[in-house]
């Protein structure tokens, strides 16, 4: 089963609106990582936040992680229409080499 | 820095028939990590290589097999091919140094008909 669900499964938005995704997993972790995915392409990586981190930002990116609540959110600020792409939350557990993705969030920022 | 490169990019085959998928890492980057993504959903790993040995592995049959050289690249080796394996094939590569980004490549679409 999917360590990482993220929620909401689909989002629309209007240029230069800001976009939050959240993430939930089920067990405890070394770090979380968000990715960006364009039209079935590879994975762009975007932040790593470790578990010992409550909040990272990376350019318009804003990523917070709550290990209490098992959850982390990504915030992408005055989204743009090339931000338009599914993103996806990815968990590397302790003792574990892989990383465990949900089934991403498509996001649509409309022009 | 070529980042992770992956090929073929596209490729068809038949079912029953066998395919090899190759993946160089990135530069500096000494572990692979393979993932098999289906239409719609989230990657799923198959199985790690670090020094030239598999050293995790998903819920995937035997017919999934591969390899890591002494340069670090490797290769995914799918047997006797089902419908089912039609999908997109993520290499991953990563620092075994530890708690570290992974770097993917962009992809192998295989699809079996």
């Known amino acids: 089963s999917q360590q990482g669900e993220e929620d909401p499964q689909a989002l629309s938005i209007q240029e230069g609106e800001n976009a939050t995704m959240n993430c939930s997993y089920k067990?405890?972790?070394?770090?979380l990582q968000w990715y960006r995915q364009n039209s079935g392409r590879g994975l762009v990586h975007l932040i790593l936040?470790?578990?010992?981190?409550r909040e990272k930002h990376s350019g318009r990116l804003r990523v917070t992680l709550d290990t209490s609540k098992k959850s982390s959110s990504l915030l992408i600020t005055a989204s743009r229409a090339a931000d338009t792409a599914s993103y996806f939350c990815?968990?590397?557990?302790?003792?574990?080499?892989?990383?465990?993705f949900g089934k991403g969030t498509k996001l649509t920022v409309n022009p | 820095d070529a980042g992770v490169t992956q090929s073929p990019t596209h490729l068809i085959k038949t079912r029953g028939q066998q395919v090899t998928l190759r993946c160089s890492p990135k530069s500096g980057h000494d572990t692979v990590s393979w993932y098999q993504q289906a239409l719609g959903q989230g990657p799923q790993f198959i199985f790690q290589y670090y020094e030239e040995e598999e050293r995790q592995r998903g819920n995937f049959p035997d017919r999934f097999s591969g390899h890591q050289f002494p340069n670090y690249s490797s290769e995914l080796n799918v047997n006797a091919l089902l419908l089912g394996d039609s999908a997109l094939y993520l290499c991953?590569?990563?620092?075994?140094?530890?708690?570290?980004?992974?770097?993917f490549g962009q992809g192998t679409r295989l699809t079996v008909v």
């Open positions: 990815a968990t590397d557990r302790s003792g574990s080499e892989k990383l465990v």
């Open positions: 991953a590569s990563s620092s075994n140094r530890g708690d570290t980004e992974a770097f």
């Open positions: 936040i470790r578990s010992n981190e």
């Open positions: 067990t405890s972790i070394n770090n």
